[in-house]
């Protein structure tokens, strides 16, 4: 996507392989507004995520959130491959990250996520700044890198 290019869901569901954004485009939607992301390959979103809007991830690919903050009260849910994040990416107050499955969340080494709300594998986790070293429990702790 371009620069100025706005995806606006409004309240529906899409499946694509990959969406590559830049800096400057948004993805939009209300309630029920779903992006799913199945890939092996790997790519970046440097965009905005707002409104409502809910992403899924699947595939064994690397889903980089170039951007440093997300303003999406919806979810980000990583069910397979990596959600890779760039030094103080942060999500908006109300957004949820579920890390499920085979999903793992990369942090750069000496960086940490913020985030309201996270669960893990259906585990309701404390909101906070996460990192691969603040997790002591292996089941928890297999979900991140």
């Known amino acids: ?8 869901l409004q309240g529906t569901t899409q499946r694509v392989e990959k969406v590559t954004a ?11 507004s779903n992006l799913e992301l199945g890939t092996e390959e790997d790519f970046s979103l440097d ?9 899924r991830k699947t595939g064994a690919g690397t ?3 170039a951007a440093r903050e997300f303003a999406t009260t919806g ?23 579920s890390l499920e499955g085979t999903g793992v969340l990369s942090v750069p080494s000496g960086s940490a996520i ?7 594998d259906g ?15 292996e089941s928890i702790r297999r979900h991140f890198d």
Do not use: F, W
């Not at 996507?1 to 606006?8: F, P």
């Not at 979810?75 to 030094?87: F, Y």
């Not at 585990?123 to 429990?137: F, R």
């Open 123 to 137: 585990v309701d986790l404390q909101p906070g700044t996460y990192s691969s070293a603040k997790i002591a429990d």
């Open 75 to 97: 979810t980000v849910a990583v069910a397979e491959g990596t959600l890779a994040t760039s030094v103080g990416t942060r999500l908006a107050r109300r957004a949820t990250l």
């Open 1 to 8: 996507m371009s620069a100025k290019a706005v995806l606006d």
């Open 63 to 65: 889903m980089t959130l």
């Open 22 to 32: 830049n800096a400057g485009a948004r993805i939009v939607g209300t309630e029920g």
């Open 47 to 55: 965009c905005d995520l707002a409104d409502m809007v809910s992403i």
């Open 114 to 120: 913020r985030v309201h709300a996270m669960k893990v």
